[in-house]
């Protein structure tokens, strides 16, 4: 009911920053909240951060924390994940996920984005 679509991913050295972008369309009227999660190579996935669409409510994990800044634009239906100070541990695929109201957790996911962070 919501398509999710990432961009901005790319290759970048450790300490540098990247910009993540996420587009969502469909029925975004019944948006909930909004996240980003990463899967690395043979790992599983995990939580990265989320935000409320309205409140602006956030939740960061802890190997993020202080590096990583979620913000969202209602208007243009956009979520975005500005990254600083990234480690070669970041590295993974980074996936946009949206939460509809009345869904017990995140139903909508995207495709994915690679981030691959150089030492």
């Known amino acids: 009911q919501v398509q999710l679509v990432e961009s901005g991913g790319g290759l970048v050295q450790a300490g540098g920053s990247l910009r993540l972008s996420c587009a969502a369309s469909?029925?975004?009227?019944?948006?909930?909240?909004m996240g980003w999660f990463r899967q690395a190579p043979g790992k599983e996935r995990e939580f990265v951060v989320g935000?409320?669409?309205?409140?602006?409510?956030?939740y960061y994990a802890d190997s993020v924390k202080g590096r990583f800044t979620i913000s969202r634009d209602n208007a243009k239906n956009t979520l975005y994940l500005q990254m600083h100070s990234l480690k070669p541990e970041d590295t993974a695929v980074y996936y946009c996920?949206?939460?509809?109201?009345?869904?017990?957790?995140?139903?909508?996911w995207g495709q994915g984005t690679q981030v691959t962070v150089s030492s």
């Open positions: 935000i409320s669409w309205i409140g602006s409510s956030t």
């Open positions: 996920a949206a939460r509809q109201r009345g869904e017990a957790n995140f139903g909508s």
């Open positions: 469909g029925r975004t009227f019944r948006t909930y909240a």
